[in-house]
Every structure is written in C-alpha cells, then in structure tokens.
C-alpha cells in the first residue's frame, strides 16, 4: 500500500479535500529519511515515517476534536448561552420599564417664582395664590378698576 503511485494517488486526494500534505526528506544519520505532516485546519499530524500512519495520526486526532463529549458539551453550552442571552434580554426589558417608572415618579426640585426657594415637583408653594383665589382678585381687581374709570362712586 506505500507504492510510490499509491502515495502520490492520497496525496492528491488529501489535498483535493483541502488537508495539506507536508513531506520532509532527510539525509545523514536522521532514523527516517521520509517524514510525513498533515494539516487540516488546527489540526495536524507531526512526522509520521509513512503517509498511511500519517493518515491514521490525522484520523485519532479529527476524531479527538469532534468527540461525542465535545459535541454535546458545545451543544450544552450552546443552549446554555442561548438561555442566558433570552434571560439577559428579559432583564434588560425590566430595567428599562423599572427606569421609566421610576422617571416618572421621582420628583425634581424647581425654582419658585413666588418665594424665591425651590420645591419639588408635586409640591405647591404656600406663598402661590390658588387659581380661583387668583381668577377671584382679577375679577375684583377688574370690576374696581371699571367701577373707578367710569366715575363710578
């Protein structure tokens, strides 16, 4: 199966399905004078004396990525984060309302044009005339000021 046709057959192969095929020659005292690495993506192989191990050093180590554990711890993540984002924008709604209300309801101190002071919002300053009181004095003002300029008594 190591036939030099054979090995050019899956290196064309391999890298038709996009694994990188790294072949290192070695000469002098080196223990193999042929070193194969294969690359996938992150994932690769590290001086295999043959392209058939390198090929089964590629396959464990694939294999060791998408393990059933992994799968299912990603998966479990997954869902988990997928929760909290919904929970998170849960939340975010409240607050936002929460803060609305809470706008809504909080008083703000104002400058009194009548005292010269400052009151919060809600509160009426005793030294302001009350609307009726106040329609009332313009209307006497008024009826005074009509009575006296026609010579009135």
Not at 73 to 98: C, D, F, H, K
Request: with cysteine; charged share 25%.
């Amino acid at each position: 199966m190591t036939s030099p046709e054979w090995t050019e057959v899956l290196r064309k192969r391999l890298a038709a399905i996009g694994v990188e095929v790294r072949v290192q020659t070695f000469t002098g005292d080196s223990s193999y004078p042929v070193e194969y690495t294969l690359i996938a993506g992150s994932v690769r192989t590290f001086g295999e004396p043959t392209l058939d191990a390198a090929l089964v050093s590629l396959i464990g180590e694939l294999l060791k990525v998408t393990s059933t554990d992994e799968v299912t711890s990603y998966r479990a993540m997954e869902t988990a984060l997928q929760g909290l984002s919904g929970n998170i924008l849960a939340l975010r709604t409240e607050l936002l309302v929460v803060k609305a209300q809470v706008a809504e309801q909080e008083p703000i101190l104002r400058d009194c044009e009548f005292c010269g002071g400052a009151h919060y919002t809600g509160q009426r300053c005793p030294l302001a005339p009350q609307a009726e009181q106040a329609q009332q004095e313009y209307e006497d003002t008024r009826k005074y000021m009509e009575h006296h300029s026609t010579g009135g008594d």
